[in-house]
Structure formats: C-alpha cells, structure tokens
C-alpha cells in the first residue's frame, strides 16, 4: 500500500557541511545521537585549529560539543559554520 504524500522520515544519520570563514568546506557525516564533539574535533584536525580557537554555529547558533545533531534539530545536507575566534583587537590612539 503506497501514499502518495510522503512523509519525513529522519534517518539515523546525518550529513553535515562544514564552512571555514575563509569559505573553504568539509564534508561529514556521522549518527544523530553523536555528540558534535566528535565532529568537532574531526574539523579541527583536518584543518589544524586549536578546538579552543574555533567557535561552530548553527542557525546562528553556538554548538555546544556535548550537544547531538537530534537535539539541535539538524536534518540532513545542513551547513555549520566555523568561526575563528578573534583574540586581541586594536586601540584607536588620539593625538
């Protein structure tokens, strides 16, 4: 018996994209009850950053590394963006 109407149904993994500030991309896919921990770190090492110099956003968002795709509501073909945290600044000196 068919439907004609199809109805979403997760399936029990996920696949991510990964977007560098500098626009460059990485590819993942992983389970939806993995902690982004483990993506996390997987991004860090393919492209050496420190995992306390990066922040990952999704939806605007910050991830948590102890958070799972199912729990932030990804779905699958999402984009998660890396952002390098900035440290320091500049000081604008009058004269």
Request: with cysteine.
């Amino acid at each position: 018996m068919s439907s004609s109407s199809t109805k979403y149904q997760p399936t029990a993994r996920v696949r991510i994209t990964i977007k560098n500030q500098d626009g460059e991309e990485a590819y993942y896919q992983m389970k939806r009850t993995t902690p982004l921990r483990k993506l996390m770190n997987a991004h860090c090492s393919k492209f050496s950053f420190e995992p306390n110099t990066v922040a990952f956003l999704f939806d605007g968002r910050r991830l948590n590394e102890d958070e799972t795709p199912e729990q932030v509501k990804m779905e699958d073909m999402e984009e998660v963006d890396c952002m390098i945290h900035q440290v320091g600044g500049y000081r604008v000196h009058s004269a």
